[in-house]
């Protein structure tokens, strides 16, 4: 599969592996380019984003198969070519983040190595979208519920499959053991309440968490920073909690 690399210096550091968000179907290294040369340049990591394949035709779990071949690699070592050195965690946004929290869930189940930390912007973790965000924003906040599951369907075809926690990871029955998380969720997005819900779990099952609902914001507010100085300063927030999670980890 493909991977685009972001240096932002010759000098060896940690690095993100980058999953994008797009439902499932859409997406791609273009989609979020500006975003990861952002991550890169604010956080002082090293970003590889991955061009992980997508439905309908390659339906689950090929994406998460992909995903999870790239962080074991990157985790093992990677090669010489990334220039990293110290901590590799895995970032993911919107189905991206559910990529993240499902190739972490996978590789601890496996026995790891796992990565040093997951970082979840406004992810999927429940693909039956049962919470009640997904009726209370349903529409007219950007991404409507609608799109949401079409872009499961594409994804999982048989509605019967959803609920399955290797699907949708609130749905795990256990989520210990789990690296250190930042999950950043948006006031304003159907899917705030499942990404919330799955931050609430994961500190009950001792994982240490930073966890913020981004009030004002609506879901995709870190591909939305040339429109708004405000989706620009959330972003911001999130760099920051990278940051500092980075320099904890070296």
């Given amino acids: 599969m493909g991977v685009r690399l972001y240096r932002p210096s010759a000098a060896c550091g940690p690095l993100v592996v980058f999953l994008h968000g797009g439902m499932w179907t859409i997406g791609d290294l273009e989609s979020h380019d500006r975003l990861c040369r952002?991550?890169?340049?604010?956080?002082g990591a090293a970003v590889l984003s991955v061009d992980f394949r997508r439905a309908p035709e390659h339906?689950?779990?090929?994406?998460v198969d992909d995903c999870v071949?790239?962080?074991?690699?990157?985790v093992a070592g990677g090669d010489s070519g990334t220039g990293t050195a110290g901590p590799i965690v895995v970032m993911g946004d919107s189905s991206g983040g559910n990529l993240a929290a499902l190739a972490c869930?996978?590789?601890?189940?496996?026995?790891?190595?796992?990565?040093?930390?997951?970082?979840l912007a406004y992810p999927n973790t429940d693909l039956t979208l049962s919470c009640p965000s997904a009726r209370s924003k349903a529409a007219g906040w950007g991404l409507a519920a609608d799109d949401?599951?079409?872009?499961a369907e594409q994804w999982v075809p048989d509605p019967s499959r959803r609920a399955d926690p290797g699907i949708s990871p609130l749905f795990a029955a256990?989520?210990?053991?789990?690296?250190?998380t930042v999950v950043i969720t948006a006031e304003h997005d159907p899917l705030r309440d499942e990404g919330d819900a799955y931050a609430a779990r994961l500190a009950a099952a001792n994982v240490p968490v930073v966890h913020r609902?981004?009030?004002?914001?609506?879901?995709?507010?870190?591909?939305?920073d040339t429109l708004s100085p405000a989706t620009a300063a959330a972003g911001e927030r999130l760099f920051a909690d990278l940051t500092d999670l980075l320099g904890r980890n070296r």
Avoid: K, N, Y
Avoid at 38 to 43: G, K, M, P, Q
Avoid at 105 to 119: C, S, T, W, Y
């Fill in 38 to 43: 952002r991550l890169a340049f604010r956080t």
């Fill in 59 to 63: 339906p689950w779990p090929a994406a």
């Fill in 69 to 74: 071949e790239v962080v074991r690699w990157a």
């Fill in 105 to 119: 869930l996978r590789l601890r189940d496996e026995g790891g190595p796992l990565p040093a930390a997951q970082i």
């Fill in 148 to 151: 949401v599951a079409w872009g």
């Fill in 174 to 180: 256990d989520l210990g053991g789990l690296p250190p």
């Fill in 213 to 224: 609902c981004e009030a004002g914001m609506i879901h995709g507010f870190l591909t939305l």
